[in-house]
């Protein structure tokens, strides 16, 4: 049997640590842990074919006396687990799947533009606990629900196998399943059974978009271990192991329809985890630092137009809490502005695109909210006074334009649909007007665009 030098360093180290095949999956960590490695290595452990029981791994190259091979796979893998002038089969696992395979632990990296607040604290205190304490985690969309978890794992070295929950979601995606590999057929754990192995956090993303299919996980609830019905495993999981997830309801359901999918679960379900934490937004103060931080690692930082958005977002949601508009302005959001505002160097540019993927109606509502907020872009509209041209191109029906021409063009103005706002003494025309013969109202270099609403708040 051949082992390539680095496995047969570790080799050497379980003989002269007095161990024998099959050995104890701590009595390997302990190795692994005095060569400078976190974990045992993952050919041995996270290989099928060199499972023996419950805990307990084949060592190919140490003494295999008393083990009983079970399989002509097993078998193969103890004659020769890295056969010479031929790949190794590759070995199939959560981590690797998570990572591409480019590394074997799975603890977040720390996020230096990380801004700790809201549930932070109590987040990060139960899971450096190290102890199986389910939570769950509601709150709207965008802000930072899931970059928290990860980042408590991050701070307190945890590793955390998140988890995407779809209508679709099953046992198999969860548990595991039998997968074809190098031509065989083999049960490989899924990212459940792997994170309780392992004593790791198992982040339960979106877990209200799941169907009754995720109710697999009662037992994994229960924190007492969990069957595997394909392979007769019974698998306890590892001291540290715990579960949070994360979600934009209670599990009720979803009233207005702005979270399409989400369904009511299992209230025997809910009542396994051991607390409901409700993620708020940030206050102004505490959302100015997060994109402050973003506008730093983006490199183009704007104290003024940081703090505009902020009390923008805050105007957004006070209206949507009370019903008056449909729609709200997320963190997410607001950071993607930053993002672009650090390509554009143009506020306006960089909340159009974010505003773009929102109907016509709400764009305008909640262009105009800001530009009340932001004088600078007031001053923006106003074409050749405020620095910004004039674009027609993106002339709305309901928008109303100043034409910029005295009063005793009417004769010119007037025939063309043109009318006269006696309160400000301007020729004006809708958009709808104004696209229909625009080569013509082009010549008049207009000077500001208003929607209806501030046009009737004006004349």
Same mark, same amino acid.
């Given at each position: 049997m051949t082992l390539s030098p680095k496995k047969q360093e570790f080799v050497d180290a379980c003989r002269v640590a007095g161990l024998s095949s099959p050995a104890k999956r701590s009595d390997l960590v302990a190795v692994a842990n005095n060569?400078?490695?976190?974990?045992?290595?993952?050919w041995i452990v996270q290989n099928t074919d060199l499972r023996h029981g419950r805990g307990w791994f084949i060592v190919p190259g140490l003494d295999d006396t008393g083990v009983v091979v079970d399989s002509p796979a097993t078998a193969a893998a103890v004659v020769d687990a890295a056969p010479q002038g031929a790949?190794? @089969? %590759?070995?199939?696992?959560?981590? +690797?799947?998570?990572? /591409?395979?480019?590394? !074997?632990?799975?603890?977040?990296?720390?996020?230096?533009?990380?801004?700790?607040?809201?549930?932070?604290?109590?987040v990060e205190r139960i899971i450096g606990?190290?102890?199986? @304490? %389910?939570?769950?985690?509601?709150? +709207?969309?965008?802000? /930072?629900?899931?970059? !928290?978890?990860?980042?408590?794992?991050?701070?307190?070295?945890?590793?955390c196998f998140r988890v995407n929950i779809t209508s679709e979601t099953d046992e198999d995606d969860l548990v595991g399943g039998?997968?074809?590999?190098?031509?065989?057929?083999?049960?490989?754990?899924?990212?459940?059974?792997?994170?309780?192995?392992?004593?790791?956090?198992?982040?339960?993303?979106?877990?209200?978009?799941g169907s009754s299919k995720i109710m697999c996980l009662q037992p994994v609830l229960e924190g007492k271990g969990i069957f595997i019905k394909k392979t007769g495993e019974w698998i306890t999981p590892a001291a540290g192991f715990t579960i949070v997830a994360t979600a934009n309801t209670k599990g009720k359901g979803d009233n207005d329809g702005r979270f399409i999918g989400t369904n009511v679960m299992n209230e025997a379900f809910l009542d396994r985890f051991d607390w409901t934490m409700e993620q708020e937004y940030a206050?102004?103060?505490?959302?100015?630092?997060?994109?402050?931080?973003?506008?730093?690692?983006?490199?183009?930082?704007?104290?003024?137009?940081?703090?505009?958005?902020?009390?923008?977002?805050?105007?957004?949601?006070?209206?949507?809490?009370e019903g008056a508009i449909d729609e709200i302005i997320t963190t997410r959001?607001?950071?993607?502005?930053?993002k672009a505002f650090s390509i554009f160097k143009d506020r306006a540019?960089?909340?159009?695109?974010?505003?773009?993927?929102?109907?016509?109606?709400?764009?305008?509502?909640?262009r105009n909210l800001y530009d009340k907020v932001d004088e600078s872009m007031s001053a923006s509209d106003e074409g050749e006074?405020?620095?910004?041209?004039?674009?027609?191109?993106?002339?709305?029906?309901?928008?109303?334009?100043d034409l910029n021409v005295p009063y005793e063009k009417k004769d010119e103005v007037k025939p063309h649909g043109a009318m006269w706002d006696k309160e400000n003494k301007k020729w004006t025309v809708t958009g709808a007007i104004y696209k229909k013969n625009t080569e013509f109202f082009d010549n008049y270099e207009p000077k500001k665009r208003l929607s209806v609403s501030d046009y009737a708040l004006n004349a």
């Open positions: 060569m400078g490695m976190k974990y045992a290595p993952a790949a190794a @089969a %590759p070995v199939m696992n959560a981590v +690797m799947g998570m990572t /591409g395979g480019e590394r !074997m632990s799975l603890v977040p990296d720390r996020m230096k533009d990380y801004v700790s607040w809201g549930n932070s604290k109590n606990a190290n102890m199986f @304490a %389910p939570i769950f985690i509601t709150g +709207m969309s965008g802000n /930072g629900k899931t970059t !928290m978890i990860e980042q408590a794992c991050a701070k307190t070295k945890r590793e039998f997968r074809l590999l190098a031509g065989e057929t083999k049960f490989v754990y899924g990212p459940v059974v792997e994170a309780m192995q392992r004593g790791a956090v198992l982040l339960l993303d979106e877990i209200d978009l206050t102004r103060k505490t959302e100015k630092r997060i994109l402050i931080k973003k506008m730093e690692k983006f490199g183009h930082v704007d104290d003024d137009f940081a703090e505009h958005l902020t009390s923008w977002a805050e105007i957004t949601r006070k209206a949507f809490a959001r607001l950071e993607n502005i930053c540019t960089s909340i159009d695109l974010a505003l773009a993927r929102f109907d016509d109606e709400t764009q305008e509502a909640f006074e405020g620095g910004r041209p004039f674009d027609s191109a993106s002339l709305r029906d309901e928008q109303v334009v």
